[in-house]
């Protein structure tokens, strides 16, 4: 999010928590969350400076769309993964309880 104040100055700054008219903000280059209240359709600081908030889903920026392609995995990995669902991860010398062989062909069959 983007927090504008009256003197003109921008600061980013990241939505921690939102209680009806109420935020906590954990702003770009400050140590501590700043907080700020909405009174009578008006954000304002904690000094009662009247401030413009900006959230990400307002900006208007084009969101890319996601391609197919980029939620799709190689199908070693989903074979992989796929063992990893039916073996014990504390296991040191994990022991398939399912064969790679299965694995490989249910990955591939997810992958198409």
């Known amino acids: 999010m983007k927090i504008t ?15 009806g008219d109420h935020l906590r903000v954990a702003v770009d ?3 501590d969350a700043v907080s700020f209240s909405r009174i009578n359709g008006v954000w304002v600081s904690d000094d009662c ?16 769309e996601a391609r ?3 939620c799709l995995c190689p199908p070693e ?9 039916y073996t014990d991860s504390t296991e040191d010398e994990q022991v398939p309880s399912v064969p790679m062989d299965s694995a ?7 992958n198409q």
């Open 29 to 31: 280059g400050a140590d």
């Open 5 to 19: 104040y009256r003197n003109g100055q921008i600061s980013e700054a990241v939505l921690l928590a939102r209680d």
């Open 77 to 85: 990995l989903a074979a992989r993964l796929i063992h990893l669902l």
């Open 49 to 64: 400076e009247p401030v413009r908030l900006e959230f990400a889903w307002e900006s208007g920026a084009a969101r890319q």
């Open 104 to 110: 490989t062909s249910l990955a591939a069959t997810i």
């Open 68 to 70: 197919e392609e980029d």
